[in-house]
């Protein structure tokens, strides 16, 4: 019978991204295990890229997990009650975890945060290994205005003076960004064509970003896809310090910030954010693709 290890990270695009090294090191460590990745959907995808995951089960959040016995869980997720519990219930033989093993300590950049919990229980890893592969920038410029909360949203009317600065721009965004990417769009007189916002799933997604030559973007998940594939990124800061979720430093990213924290929940743009000029991200940009 295969051993199981169990991997819990029900959180968004941008989460499971900063989780790669953490995964591959799962998977060196334990090559005979049966590797089942418990988180939505949507992002089965990206899976074959990271190349550490057999399996999939869908769940959004911090559970429950359906699953039985693992011989390994492991929670990736953070470090509430909830994903613990979620992990224990599945009756692991072994658990690893925040809250059973080191403290969490906040400031620490999310893809240390898991190697560091992995090297805690001796488990080898590499926070570099972030890479799913480098991309031709044989493709367009992506402005993509859209992030999950408003407060990591920069204005469109700015984003859109950006796009209007810059050859060859693509607008991208999901359903729910529809009207906004074609607000952006209207602004900086692009052709409806160049709207693809509602129009790419994951997988049309990654290709994109696969060969693109530049990606400008706010804190969201399509920046984590820019550093994946090595391709040239400026991304906005607002209410969250890119030493906590920012693209590593060097090859050509750019993480602009005013260095002032705020609320990543809150209903309207950030103070910091709304401090980033559009000149300084349109010199950002002819900086990392000159």
Known sequence: MALELLVLRGLGLGDLLTAVPALRSLRQAFPRHHVT??????????????????????VSGPGPVPFERPDIAVNLHGKGPQSIEALRATRPARL???????????GVHEVRRWCGLLEWHGIPADPEDLTLGISDRSGPVIVHPGAAYPARRWPPERFA???????DVVVTGNAEEVPLARRVAELAELP?????????DLADLIELVSTSRLVVCGDTGVAHLATAFCVPS???FGPVSPSEWGPPPGWRHVALWAGHRGDPHADRPDPGLLEIEVDEVVEAALEVTS
Request: charged content about 20%; proline content about 8%.
């Open 234 to 236: 400026v991304v906005l």
């Open 96 to 106: 690893i975890s925040f809250g059973v093993g080191p403290p969490w300590r906040d």
């Open 161 to 167: 003076e950006v796009a209007a600065a810059l050859d």
């Open 37 to 58: 990745l418990a988180t939505p959907k949507v992002l089965g995808a990206l899976l074959p890229y990271i190349g550490a995951v057999d399996d999939q089960i869908d």
């Open 192 to 200: 409806g064509d160049r709207v693809l916002a509602g129009r790419t």
